[in-house]
């Protein structure tokens, strides 16, 4: 479905292309995070073709939180076994601080008005520790200038940008890769698009559509400085003999 040109990520994500879109961005996610135990997952902007990676119907559960824009807010027909869904306003998260143990940007960054505060939200219901997966178009890449994938819709970042806004937010990235390097409309054929990302990944990771970063929490830096207060000691007398 297209709203006033704009295509959703739902309508994508349905698609032949954004199928193996899907394929071939949850090879790399994966590589980040293979395994995640118990953790509780956020994952926010449009996220439902990745969070299926760790959700286990058993297992603790990972929160699909769609973003209120035009590009996210559609929900797909069905939804993957053990993840749980809702839609939240960009600029207030409906979560208890230091809630989640690892959080997935995918189709959010780009698409807000305020994508510091957005960073800034993150920070706040991530656990101590926690870490942040961040996938976003590179702007030097096919995939920002694509109208036809829900990358194309919202502003691109360089790498610098990236690392900028995270050290702001207080999160240190740690990992940094690129994923998609098959033009948008290659994407379609699946032989191909998979040959093109093991050559890209090896050769000229910087040249991806998009950039994935993982970052940690930093504790300390959010936290503010205390000094000690100054021990003012009484001046000594000094005994002059009469």
Same mark, same amino acid.
């Given at each position: ?7 959703? =990520?739902?309508?994508?994500? =349905?698609?032949?292309? +954004? ?23 956020? +994952? ?118 990236? =690392? ?13 890769? +690129? ?8 994407? =379609? ?54």
């Amino acid at each position: 479905m297209m709203q006033d040109g704009i295509c959703t =990520a739902a309508a994508f994500y =349905a698609s032949r292309a +954004g199928d193996n879109t899907t394929r071939l961005l949850r090879q790399r996610l994966h590589a980040f995070w293979p395994h995640t135990g118990g953790d509780r997952i956020l +994952g926010l902007g449009y996220t439902l073709p990745f969070l299926p990676l760790w959700a286990r119907a058993d297992g603790a559960p990972c929160l699909s939180a769609r973003i209120n824009t035009a590009v996210t807010r559609d929900a797909p027909a069905r939804m993957a076994e053990g993840v749980r869904d809702c839609l939240v306003a960009e600029d207030r998260l409906p979560f208890p601080d230091l809630s989640f143990d690892r959080v997935l940007l995918v189709h959010a960054l780009e698409l807000t008005d305020r994508p510091d505060a957005l960073i800034r939200s993150v920070w706040k219901v991530m656990k101590d520790h926690g870490r942040l997966l961040l996938v976003v178009p590179n702007r030097t890449g096919w995939w920002a200038h694509s109208d036809g994938t829900p990358f194309g819709q919202g502003a691109p970042f360089s790498a610098r940008q990236i =690392a900028r806004r995270l050290s702001q937010a207080f999160l240190c990235a740690e990992r940094h890769d +690129g994923a998609l390097f098959m033009p948008p409309p290659g994407a =379609a054929h699946r032989r191909a698009a998979a040959l093109a990302e093991r050559a890209g990944h090896m050769l000229l990771p910087q040249l991806g559509g998009v950039f994935v970063i993982e970052a940690v929490k930093d504790v300390w830096s959010g936290v503010p400085v205390l000094t000690a207060p100054a021990l003012i000691r009484a001046p000594r007398r000094i005994y002059e003999p009469g």
